[in-house]
């Protein structure tokens, strides 16, 4: 009997970029594109591989351009990169990125402390940003961060993000990203802005990533699935935060989505192939594992397929 869940939606894993934010330690080049090349084996559709945020203040993503320019141009293909401003862009895509990830905060306040302008300025040089993604034939994203609650303004108002969504300056992103930052929405909120961002902006693919502050990460992203979005993010062992966004903790885990949504090509052995790897990063970054379909895969219940039996070996046999 199949469970998996409709309408259905691709998973991107950002553990590389939002997942790494807040950890202490630093993955190495190799160990960052060892991930890539996991994921990407394991049958993850899209990652998200880093971040072009000033080293200074985000230190983990300080080798973001040497992992893109260590990946190949197939794998390249798969991946995200977040940038912030026109400059950000063409960096990125001198060292071979293709795909990138325009991040502005619906509050001024928080894209203050995130990106240091007001969130107009951001749009304002988004057009410029546009054409250096178009000029390598890549394709840009519009992410919205802070789309529910600001942490120094609460809530949004809906008619914000529409605002953005609908802005002139945004034409020839691919795609729309609507970001609960703080994990504070709750499903009826999600449903009620992905489906009007739907139905009231461009026709775009809609994006929802989400945070599991409130314990509603895996909840919050059916909704947004239920109501349009047909790309969501998650992070191993729900790894993650922003560092400019005080009460934000870990994204929702990429494990309890996948094991939510059970897209084609997920398996009891692939499953327990991220959550080795998820094990394993976690315990090298000293991070704590918060997925509780992982802590599930553990129990001893092993009649239950999607429990790791202690002989079985984590393998890739299909993709997802």
Partial sequence: MSFTLEPRAELRDVTLRDGLQLTGKMLSTERKVETVRELLRLGVPSIELGSMARADLVPTMANTLEVVQALTAEELEKCW????????????????ARNFQYCLSASDSH???????????????????????????????????????????????????????????AEGTCDVVICDTLGQAVPA????????????SPARRIVYHGHDTWGL???????AIAAGATLVDGALGGLGGCPFAPGASGNTSTEDILFATRPEGLTPATFAGLVDLSEKLLAELGEPNRSKSA????????????????????????GL
């Fill in 189 to 200: 909120q999600v449903s009620s802005l992905i489906s009007r961002v739907r139905d009231e």
């Fill in 111 to 169: 894209n203050q402390a995130n990106i240091g302008r007001s969130t107009d300025a951001s749009l304002a040089a988004l057009p410029e940003a546009v054409a250096h993604a178009r000029a390598v034939n890549g394709q840009i994203q519009l992410c919205i961060a802070t789309s529910f609650t600001c942490p120094f303004e609460g809530i949004v108002p809906e008619e914000r993000v529409l605002a953005i969504a609908n802005d002139p300056r």
């Fill in 81 to 96: 990169i977040w940038v912030a401003t026109p400059g950000h862009v063409a960096k990125a895509a001198a060292a071979g």
């Fill in 295 to 318: 802590q599930g895969a553990r129990s001893k219940a092993e009649a239950f397929e999607w429990v790791i039996a202690s002989d079985r070996e984590p393998v890739c046999d299909r």
């Fill in 217 to 223: 990460g895996v909840a919050n992203t059916l909704a």
